[in-house]
């Protein structure tokens, strides 16, 4: 089992980036994947969250109406779309799957770094 973040970079304020979280040895769409980020001495905050049932999806409000999580299980491929990054927004970020978005998370991806930065 394993999961793979990717797509980070370097970004101006106000720009995009799609990260994705690609998934080997198991289907991505039997589970809740989770969006996570860590910034240089902060602690790890949960992004967002698309549950494996329904398809409902979650975000922590400092991401409403910016970031969209979304599912193609045919690529067996979680995305993450930011868009009007903010210098906030810098951090590692993570992807993680477990069995809903309201339980802990059981397997983690290693990060994909993004800095927003002007």
């Known amino acids: 089992v394993q999961l793979q973040a990717s797509g980070g970079g370097l970004v101006q304020p106000g720009g995009s980036l799609r990260l994705s979280c690609a998934a080997s040895?198991?289907?991505?769409?039997?589970?809740?994947i989770g969006w996570f980020r860590q910034a240089p001495g902060k602690e790890r905050e949960g992004v967002s969250c698309?549950?494996?049932?329904?398809?409902?999806?979650y975000y922590a409000d400092s991401v409403k109406g910016r970031f969209t999580i979304s599912r193609d299980n045919a690529k067996n491929t979680v995305y993450l779309q930011m868009n009007s990054l903010k210098p906030e927004d810098t951090a590692v970020y993570y992807c993680?799957?477990?069995?809903?978005?309201?339980?802990?998370?059981?397997?983690w991806g290693k990060g994909t770094l993004v800095t927003v930065s002007s």
């Open positions: 993680a799957s477990g069995s809903s978005c309201t339980d802990g998370m059981d397997y």
């Open positions: 040895g198991f289907t991505l769409d039997y589970y809740a």
């Open positions: 698309i549950s494996s049932s329904d398809g409902s999806t």
